[in-house]
């Protein structure tokens, strides 16, 4: 009997373990709103310590998935989704952050997450996910309207730009991009009358704030929501373009959601960070009142919550507040915390909350009957990522070498930095080319994002490198406005051009052309194997890139 009595607590002890590990629990409740009796005989609320304990983050017993947290900067908002977020990525949900200001880096190589540069991983906002094109540019006009303050008439010629660039970039087989449309809006401006011509610039000066790469080319969805991602936005830097990208980003989940399978567990938590940035009637309203079917959740934080979409305070199962001093906004929390003023309820809430220190926040939780305060440590975290220093050293372009001299001083080994190359250049998040020149630059050469193609760009940079150890002051301007290299020898502007042999001689004559009136004299690079293409061009340069890099002399660019 004591050996089934022994075998059978242990197997009850073994459940208990494996049902409770799937509850993982963050933040510790310190005292609950509870009934009592405390001055004659009369029912009060008030405030009661509890045997502390943590908070489930276990979406199976809510209403739905979501989580809002709001309280004034500086209160432990950031600190506790930090939390939240390592807790959720321990049971196997993916999570993909909108972090504004880099604030998540730190917790990246924790939860093994995949780190985007918005400025170069785009959104195409004017991918048709789905709907037709007459659809697509109604939704792209509210979008803008909401995001630039438009009034109808601007929006009425919005729309009609938009719906104009669909039918010409399409009939040439693609799909247009921001910069597609601002042709679009230069086209319209020449054949409008003078009053709708004020309204087209008016639109123009607007729209250029978002006239850059990140939305002309997408990020792919897929990859995003099957794994962790952090995407940083301080590379876009407005609030409007931010604002674009986070409404873009979660219009592809949108569509990508409607798609899929409905049921099942959650699959997939967005976080979004100054949500208020986003306004009323977003996309996010409907992922809120939606997401829940198809195994997508939202922790969305912002410092006011009447900034927060509606649905987005209607539909969060979990509403975290921290400290509130604002009149207006703390007197809102209190009676959403509260549910009413029943018996001194809401003072009681009221005072709670004004009285939060930092890192303490007050929870109302849709499977607890009444709210509790609850502290937050402190969440331990790296203090960088590898994957985003390696990001940020090879924007400019570098070898292995210079990123384990950079790097090593953040305490990570050679083999982490190499294996987490090697990860991003799989991933897309960075590009490499090897210099096979007999010069000292020779070697395996990484860059994230290149304009053009990976040899170009990286020739283009080692090339500015050459210039620069020559004694000459140069600017890399690699754009189809200007030469990849700008070089100053006394007034004198020199145009330096690196061609990997791709472009027909037509072109480069016409872009030699154009060159000749501008700068003073032209040195072009070339390719070694692509030396023969370029061969009797008048009034230019030509230098092997093989030799030009074991060049000491500084006359091989004069």
Not at 79 to 85: L, M
Not at 128 to 144: I, P, Q, Y
Not at 156 to 173: H, N
Not at 491 to 501: C, D, M, P
């Amino acid at each position: 009997m004591r050996i089934l009595g022994i075998s059978f607590a242990t197997r009850f002890f073994d459940f208990n373990i494996g049902f409770f590990k799937k509850k993982e629990r963050v933040g510790e409740v310190v005292s609950r709103l509870v009934m009592s009796r405390i001055f004659l005989d009369r029912p009060r609320w008030q405030w009661k310590r509890v045997r502390p304990r943590g908070i489930e983050i276990d979406s199976s017993g809510r209403l739905n998935p979501h989580m809002a947290i709001v309280g004034e900067s500086g209160s432990g908002k950031s600190n506790a989704c930090k939390a939240i977020v390592r807790h959720i990525a321990s049971q196997g949900i993916n999570v993909a952050i909108l972090d504004p200001h880099n604030e998540y880096i730190g917790i990246a190589d924790s939860i093994n997450a995949s780190v985007y540069d918005a400025a170069h991983s785009g959104i195409n906002i004017f991918e048709l996910d789905g709907v037709s094109e007459r659809e697509k540019a109604n939704e792209l006009t509210n979008m803008f309207r909401r995001v630039f303050r438009l009034g109808d008439v601007q929006g009425y010629q919005l729309y009609r730009a938009i719906l104009f660039t669909y039918t010409r970039v399409g009939a040439y087989g693609r799909v247009p991009g921001m910069r597609d449309l601002m042709y679009t809006m230069e086209i319209f401006k020449k054949h409008a009358s003078t009053g709708e011509q004020r309204a087209i610039e008016g639109i123009s000066r607007r729209l250029s704030l978002i006239d850059t790469g990140s939305f002309s080319t997408s990020t792919t969805m897929e990859k995003v929501m099957s794994g962790n991602s952090i995407f940083m936005l301080s590379g876009l830097h407005t609030n409007e373009a931010q604002s674009v990208y986070v409404e873009g980003f979660l219009r592809k989940v949108y569509a990508r959601m409607l798609a899929s399978e409905k049921g099942g567990r959650t699959r997939l938590y967005i976080v979004i960070d100054e949500a208020e940035k986003l306004g009323q009637k977003s996309i996010i309203g409907k992922i809120a009142a939606e997401g829940r079917k198809y195994g997508i959740g939202l922790i969305v934080m912002a410092q006011r919550s009447k900034s927060m979409d509606k649905e987005i305070r209607t539909n969060a199962a979990l509403f975290i507040s921290f400290y509130q001093r604002e009149p207006e906004e703390l007197n809102y929390v209190a009676n959403l915390v509260s549910g009413g003023n029943e018996l001194n309820r809401f003072m009681e809430v009221k005072k709670a909350i004004r009285n939060l220190r930092t890192g303490s926040a007050i929870v109302v939780d849709s499977s607890e009957r009444n709210p509790f305060i609850t502290r937050f440590g402190l969440c331990r975290e790296n203090g960088t990522s590898l994957a985003y220093e390696i990001m940020r050293l090879s924007k400019e372009c570098c070898t292995m070498e210079e990123m384990l001299e950079k790097v090593s001083q953040a305490g990570f080994s050679q083999s982490q930095v190499s294996a987490m190359a090697e990860r991003m250049e799989q991933e897309g998040a960075i590009s490499s080319y090897q210099l096979r020149e007999m010069s000292r630059y020779d070697g395996k050469w990484y860059i994230a994002a290149p304009r053009n193609s990976p040899e170009h760009d990286i020739c283009v940079s080692v090339v500015k490198r050459h210039i620069e150890s020559l004694g000459l002051r140069c600017v890399i301007y690699n754009s189809s406005y200007g030469p990849d290299i700008i070089a100053y020898y006394g007034r004198e502007r020199i145009a330096v051009e690196y061609e990997t042999g791709s472009k027909s001689r037509e072109s480069t004559e016409r872009m030699l052309a154009f060159r000749r009136k501008q700068y003073s004299r032209i040195l072009m690079v070339v390719n070694d194997s692509k030396m023969d293409q370029y061969n009797a061009l008048d009034g230019v340069r030509l230098a092997r890139i093989g030799d030009f890099l074991n060049c000491e002399d500084k006359s091989v660019v004069l």
